[in-house]
């Protein structure tokens, strides 16, 4: 059992308190956390004494992620990391460059016990939850890797983020912290598959980011059987959690809506979106997210067509409700989440 501090996973009064503690003055922390955020490693914090250093060494551990494989789309310019994790368990993460800037796709679990039919990443399980440690650690590595600022981040990586809910919120209080990354909470999405009580935990939390919600169906049938969580935690429940978790923070949702071929597409579903979404969201703002299904190999689902995408979209469009088709980024090295962890055979032991 690893009993040294986990460093990364600190805020700066803890980092402080933890300074202090080794009998050095408290201003050390402010220095220890600049290095964090750069991704060194205690033997590169050049202004702290060798004794501080050496100290470090013993009683703390820093979790960075470390780079086990690296692939940059020769088609734009996403780049995607293998990392490996300190007990040896493999994540992903993904660097999309956009106008605005770089954004991050992080993972917050190895594994997911979701059961999503289409997805990759949970066809082996939960294997275990990622410290926030080793969420902020994704972001440190791959910025210091880019050596360019990211400025957005997104919680739509391997793994249910509202099932590690502690250190998620604990991870986002961290990365937002002006002492820390910086990286304001407007800037910061979270994708959930609906686990509605952790849904108003989170609207309490005082934590203005936004929520995306993986809907990608119109009606129970459909959704309970692409998202076994849909029978614990229903339509009705979801976006009954979503008007209210609107009305107590004022942020607008987010919906996305992956299109499988002949399951979910057709555009009388597209009009049953649109009613449904309607019903329960009023006039309150909300957007959708359509994103054609990256096929996995193991699932037999197909992509909708560009037509069926299109008139999907329309439909939505023509009935008053916000959509947009996702662009795909990184077709060519598997960018979307769970492929590259399921190929390396982690998921299947
Ligand atoms: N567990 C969270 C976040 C991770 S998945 C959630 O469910 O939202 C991020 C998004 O990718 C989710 O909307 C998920 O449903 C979607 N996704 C998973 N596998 C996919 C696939 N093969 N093709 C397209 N989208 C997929």
Redesign the pocket.
């Known amino acids: 059992m690893e009993n040294r501090a986990d460093l990364l996973s600190m805020t700066a009064n803890e980092l402080k308190q933890f300074v202090i503690g080794l009998g050095e003055p408290a201003f050390r922390s402010g220095q220890i956390m600049q290095w964090l955020c750069k991704g060194a490693a205690f033997s590169e914090m050049t202004n702290l004494s060798a004794s501080l250093r050496e100290k470090l060494s013993a009683q703390a551990v820093l979790h960075y992620p470390v780079i086990e494989g690296r692939y940059a789309s020769r088609l734009d310019s996403t780049v995607k990391y293998l990392f490996r994790l300190s007990d040896g368990q493999l994540i992903e993460s993904v660097l999309m460059e956009y106008e605005h800037g770089l954004s991050i796709c992080v993972s917050?679990q190895a594994g997911?016990r979701?059961g999503?039919r289409?997805?990759?990443?949970t066809l082996g399980g939960k294997v275990r939850d990622l410290l926030p440690s080793e969420i902020l650690g994704q972001i440190i590595v791959a910025q210091k890797d880019a050596g360019k600022r990211i400025s957005n981040i997104v919680?739509?990586?391997?793994?249910?983020?509202l099932d590690n809910y502690d250190h998620v919120i604990r991870f986002l209080r961290l990365v937002s912290a002006p002492e820390g990354l910086n990286i304001g909470c407007r800037h910061i999405s979270l994708?959930?598959?609906g686990l509605v009580p952790a849904i108003y935990r989170l609207a309490n939390e005082d934590l203005p980011i936004t929520l995306?919600?993986?809907l990608?169906a119109y009606d129970d049938e459909v959704r309970s059987r692409i998202m076994p969580v849909n029978r614990a935690y229903n339509i009705d429940r979801l976006l009954t959690a979503c008007r209210d978790y609107f009305d107590q923070t004022g942020r607008r949702i987010s919906f996305?809506y992956?299109l499988i071929a002949g399951e979910n597409d057709s555009t009388d579903g597209a009009t049953e979106l649109a009613r449904l979404l309607k019903r329960y969201l009023e006039k309150r703002p909300f957007h959708v997210n359509l994103?054609?299904?990256?096929?996995?190999k193991e699932?037999g689902?197909a992509a909708s067509g560009k037509r069926s995408v299109r008139a999907f979209c329309e439909t939505l469009e023509r009935l008053g409700v916000n959509a947009t088709v996702r662009r795909t980024l990184g077709e060519d090295i598997n960018a979307?989440?769970?492929q590259l962890r399921h190929t390396a055979g982690q998921d299947t032991e």
Do not use: D
């Open positions: 917050s997911c979701m999503c289409f997805c990759a990443s919680l739509m990586g391997i793994g249910e983020p994708s959930t598959c995306s919600i993986s990608h996305e992956t994103i054609p299904v990256n096929p996995v699932r689902y979307a989440c769970g």
